[in-house]
């Protein structure tokens, strides 16, 4: 049988996703895989739970509704999971947001930034990050989150 995740009484960890991403499944599968995001999110509450954790899973298309987020989870997550798209490149916005927070911040990129146009290599959001996974494709997400689940678990003891 499998082994029931302790009860935890924290806050949920907040997933959020930037712009476009909202379109996996659909094109260039060879950059972004073919898991939907739907599908990603599933995932991610999977995971969560084997962590003893809730998550709460979220996507916008606009910069200052990610902004509210990052701010909604500022005050009632435990730790935000975040993939800013296209954001990451150009959003101060959005870095200051989290730079607001006091939780852990893990960068999620579903493809490897820097092995794309040079135009990506940079991201503003990385400043704020506690750490960054890239390259991984949608199971970015789940070590994210097991990151999460650690540095909360070694925060508690
Ligand atoms: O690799 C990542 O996760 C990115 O954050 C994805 C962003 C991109 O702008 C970043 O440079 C890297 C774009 C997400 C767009 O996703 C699409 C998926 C399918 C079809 C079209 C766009």
Redesign the pocket.
Known sequence: MAKKPKENKSLPIHILN????N??????PE??GSTTLAQIGEMCAAQGRAHGHATVFRQTNHEGVLVDQIQEARKQASAIVI????Y??TSIAVLDALLACTIPVIE????N?HR?DAF?DHSYVSRAATGIV?GLGAQGYLRAIDAVADILKAKKA
Do not use: K, Q, T
């Not at 999620?108 to 493809?111: A, D, N, T, Y």
């Open positions: 930037g712009p476009n991403i379109l996996l499944g659909e094109r260039e950059i972004y993939n800013p798209g296209a990451s490149h999620v990129h579903l493809s930034i794309r990506r890239m």
